[in-house]
């Protein structure tokens, strides 16, 4: 699955991970990798890609 997250330091970094992954294993990863999560599109579901905001308690 092909993930992009932006961080809210405006950095954007795109993530190939196995759709098995646990969603709180995932978001540990993404942080240790960038800083503080701002959104999160899955974009291998369909076309159409699909955004999560962490401020919203979505992701």
Known sequence: MKIT???KSGVSQVFIVP???QVTEFRKM???AG???LKVEF???NPKSYQ???GEGKF
Request: no cysteine.
């Open 19 to 21: 759709a098995e992954i």
């Open 43 to 45: 974009s291998s579901f």
């Open 52 to 54: 999560y905001y962490a």
């Open 5 to 7: 997250v932006h961080y």
């Open 30 to 32: 993404a942080e240790e």
């Open 35 to 37: 800083g503080d999560v």
